[in-house]
C-alpha cells in the first residue's frame, strides 16, 4: 500500500481540507484504500487568505470530512492524478535532511 497527501479546496465552504490518501496499484487501476482528513483551514470568504486551522483528531469528523468529498466528487480526480503519475508516494529515505535545518534539542 502507498500513501500520499492531497488538498481539498472546498471553495463552497471556504475551507480547505488536508487529506492522507492510501492506495494500491495494479496493472489495470487504482484503489483507494482510505482517505484520512488530517486538517482543515478554514479560509476568509473574500480574500481566500487562511484565518484558522485545526487538526481532525475524532473517527466522527474524518468520517463527516469523507462523506462531504464523496460527496463533492473529490475522490475520482486523486485515483486519476495517480494513474497519470501526477500523484506519486515520496519515501522518507529519498529526503535528504538539509544541512540549515535545527537541531532537535533534547530536554
Same mark, same amino acid.
Given at each position: 500500500m502507498k500513501?500520499?497527501?492531497?488538498?481539498?479546496?472546498?471553495?463552497?465552504?471556504?475551507?480547505? /481540507?488536508?487529506?492522507v490518501v492510501n492506495y494500491q496499484l495494479d496493472s489495470?487501476?487504482?484503489?483507494i484504500?482510505? /482517505? $484520512?482528513? $488530517?486538517?482543515?483551514t478554514f479560509l476568509c470568504p473574500?480574500?481566500?487568505?487562511?484565518?484558522?486551522?485545526?487538526? /481532525?483528531?475524532?473517527d466522527g469528523g474524518?468520517?463527516?470530512l469523507v462523506k462531504q468529498a464523496i460527496e463533492a466528487g473529490q475522490l475520482h480526480p486523486l485515483a486519476g492524478g495517480v494513474a497519470e503519475g501526477?500523484? /506519486?508516494?515520496?519515501?522518507?529515505d529519498a529526503v535528504a535532511p538539509r544541512s540549515?535545518?535545527?537541531p532537535v534539542l533534547q530536554a
Amino acid at each position: 500500500m502507498k500513501t500520499f497527501q492531497a488538498t481539498w479546496e472546498d471553495e463552497e465552504s471556504s475551507r480547505q /481540507v488536508e487529506l492522507v490518501v492510501n492506495y494500491q496499484l495494479d496493472s489495470t487501476r487504482v484503489e483507494i484504500n482510505g /482517505v $484520512t482528513p $488530517t486538517r482543515v483551514t478554514f479560509l476568509c470568504p473574500t480574500s481566500k487568505k487562511p484565518l484558522r486551522s485545526v487538526g /481532525v483528531w475524532t473517527d466522527g469528523g474524518r468520517r463527516m470530512l469523507v462523506k462531504q468529498a464523496i460527496e463533492a466528487g473529490q475522490l475520482h480526480p486523486l485515483a486519476g492524478g495517480v494513474a497519470e503519475g501526477r500523484k /506519486v508516494e515520496i519515501r522518507h529515505d529519498a529526503v535528504a535532511p538539509r544541512s540549515d535545518a535545527a537541531p532537535v534539542l533534547q530536554a
